[in-house]
């Protein structure tokens, strides 16, 4: 069974850089021809996509945060990063990995399944 | 403000059947397909249904969901008090260079 596990600082400044890794285990980040994503949710608030990166290596993100994502794998330890950079205290969010379905025109069909989440906080 | 547009509540009793709604535009639900995500207190999200009608394996059949033009639906029927939980609608919106986009949640309470 596919599971995906969220690791990074807890605690940002403002304007620093947020970083966040995925560790999926239980099947291969390079098999089943899939997609990687970041998801956040504000504390009690809804769920926002990020960006996913394609099997190519390709990275798609949000239009509203396009200029500050860097999505990126490393398969030789099974894993993919977020960095999000100059952050505010609007990033405060559960941040949250999923592996993606992507049609062949790239757009998200679903994501499933996700990892558990980990809250980063941007306070000074 | 969500791209897709959800009640931010509704409620049932044991037993009683709930429908959920989602409503998008030409550019999302219109010509893409629909995913409805549970999230449980304090838990991530869980695919619950996918292609506008599909459920993944272990999901019971409770949950349906329908697609029509520019709108989705979720239902649920048999409310149990273990379905109390926040449900988002999703889809692919072709605009800006597409994207995923979200409803803003609906959280669901059994009487």
């Known amino acids: 069974q596919l599971q995906l596990q969220e690791s990074g600082s807890g605690l940002v400044k403002p304007s620093q850089t947020l970083s966040l890794t995925c560790a999926v285990s239980?099947?291969?980040?390079?098999?089943?021809?899939?997609?990687w994503s970041w998801i956040r949710q504000p504390p009690g608030k809804g769920l926002e996509w990020i960006g996913y990166?394609?099997?190519?290596?390709?990275?798609f993100s949000n239009p509203s945060l396009k200029s500050r994502v860097t999505i990126s794998v490393d398969r030789s330890k099974n894993q993919f990063s977020l960095n999000l950079t100059s952050v505010t205290a609007a990033d405060t969010a559960v941040y949250y990995c999923?592996?993606?379905?992507?049609?062949?025109?790239?757009?998200?069909?679903?994501?499933?399944?996700w990892g558990q989440g980990t809250l980063v906080t941007v306070s000074s | 403000q969500s791209v897709l547009t959800q009640p931010p509540s509704a409620s049932g009793t044991p037993g009683q059947r709930v429908t959920i709604s989602c409503s998008g535009s030409s550019s999302n639900i219109g010509s893409n397909t629909v995913n409805w995500y549970q999230q449980l207190p304090g838990t991530a999200p869980k695919l619950l249904i996918y292609?506008?009608?599909q459920r993944p394996s272990g999901v019971p059949d409770r949950f349906s969901g329908s697609k029509s033009g520019t709108s989705a639906s979720l239902a649920i029927s048999g409310l149990q008090s273990e379905d109390e939980a926040d449900y988002y609608c999703?889809?692919?919106?072709?605009?800006?260079?597409?994207?995923?986009?979200f409803g803003g949640g609906t959280q669901l309470t059994v009487l």
């Open positions: 999703a889809a692919w919106d072709d605009s800006l260079n597409g994207h995923a986009v």
């Open positions: 999923a592996r993606t379905t992507v049609t062949p025109k790239f757009q998200i069909i679903w994501f499933d399944p």
């Open positions: 990166i394609y099997q190519s290596g390709s990275t």
């Open positions: 239980g099947g291969s980040i390079s098999s089943g021809g899939y997609s």
């Open positions: 292609s506008n009608n």
